[in-house]
Nanobody
């Protein structure tokens, strides 16, 4: 499985960006035996990587409190693209943003959230910089 992020860039505070993550490869996200959980993570300089938002087989988006009301995660399953719409960006949103995918055996399904995701695959990241 390959994950490729795009859409990062430099914006002023209050601006918007939409990140995209294209998924490809021979391993399907969903099969007779598996579910999936996808998410966006970010890492600011000198800080640990943190979960931003997730969405998965239960179609129940989950977002971190710091981005609630500003970021929206969605997906186009037919095109295997994951999105992160980011509005009202703040300098604290600056960082490298990563797309991640976990494929989970159905008998082990525990829902999809920032707290539960354990990624099997990661993208290379796309930089987001918010400054005036």
């Amino acid at each position: 499985v390959q994950l490729v992020e795009s859409g990062g860039g430099s914006v002023q505070p209050g601006g918007s960006l939409r990140l995209e993550c294209a998924t490809s490869g021979d391993t399907p996200k969903v099969s007779r035996d598996t579910y999936y959980c996808m998410g966006w993570f970010r890492q600011a300089p000198g800080k640990e990587r943190e979960g931003v938002a997730t969405i998965g087989s239960d179609d129940n988006p989950n977002r971190a409190g710091s981005v609630w009301g500003r970021f929206t995660i969605s997906e186009n399953s037919a095109k295997n693209i994951l999105y992160l719409q980011m509005n009202s960006l703040k300098p604290d949103d600056t960082g490298m943003y990563y797309c991640a995918l976990e494929i989970i055996p159905r008998r082990q399904w525990r829902g999809c959230s920032i707290a539960t995701i354990r990624p099997d695959y990661w993208g290379q990241g796309t930089q987001v910089t918010v400054s005036s």
